[in-house]
């Protein structure tokens, strides 16, 4: 079975924190993406990696960043929190190729305060 | 820019009933549409379908995709209670565009 796992389930920040979000798969999969999913808006996409070193901007990645070091593992980075990156975060991995299913973690809620 | 549309937004039914969840795309670089269940966890994967026009089945749950129309459904027969979830439609190809999804709700 495939394993995406997220680093914290639930986090509490304050206003200008630096806060990181951490992803991990154990399926070798190319592709990881970074989500945001908030009520009424469905899932926007934040950031994607397709390969180590390499990332892309998604539809909103204004106020974040990300890294990928290595292949089972993708950060996503808040260099300033605030209240407006209230949400619940999802991490997915998936292969390239004609399977791209993706496959999600079960996200982190974070809360700035 | 891309576009996925999901409709209804909310859905209430009795067990028993059969429900019909729709997706519509306009995505410039098609290759598959993505089914997920969204219960308080990670969305799971149901059905993955392309261009090919082939039916997925699993059970009560059925899906397919139009290509002419450029949509999808979601059906659900025989509802129960577990069925209660959010329905995530994504259409793409390896980076995809998810619609709002459609939150059933099945009543006892």
């Known amino acids: 079975d495939v394993k995406v796992t997220q680093s914290s389930r639930y986090l509490v920040k304050r206003t200008g924190e630096k806060v990181f979000l951490e992803c991990v798969q154990d399926?070798?999969?190319?592709?990881m993406f970074w989500y945001r999913q908030d009520p009424g808006l469905g899932l926007r996409l934040i950031y994607f990696?397709?390969?180590?070193?390499?990332?892309e901007k998604g539809d909103i990645p204004e106020g974040y960043s990300v890294s990928r070091e290595k292949k089972e593992r993708f950060s996503l980075i808040l260099e300033s929190a605030s209240t407006n990156q209230t949400s619940m975060y999802l991490c997915?991995?998936?292969?390239?190729?004609?399977?791209?299913?993706?496959?999600f973690g079960a996200g982190t809620r974070l809360s700035v305060l | 820019e891309d576009k996925v549309v999901q409709s209804p937004l909310s859905l209430v039914v009795h067990e028993g009933d059969t429900v019909t969840l729709n997706c519509s795309y306009e995505?410039?670089?098609?290759?598959?549409l993505l089914w997920y269940k969204q219960e308080k966890k990670a969305p799971t994967f149901l059905f993955m379908l392309t261009s090919s026009g082939i039916e997925k089945k699993s059970g009560r749950l059925s899906s397919i995709l139009d290509k002419k129309e450029l949509s999808s459904i979601l059906n659900i027969t025989a509802t129960q209670t577990g069925d209660s979830a959010i329905y995530l439609c994504g259409a793409g190809s390896y980076q995809l565009t998810f619609g709002k999804g459609t939150k059933l709700s099945v009543i006892p």
């Open positions: 995505v410039t670089n098609f290759r598959s």
């Open positions: 990696s397709y390969d180590v070193k390499m990332k």
């Open positions: 399926m070798d999969h190319e592709n």
């Open positions: 997915a991995s998936s292969l390239t190729g004609a399977k791209n299913i993706q496959y």
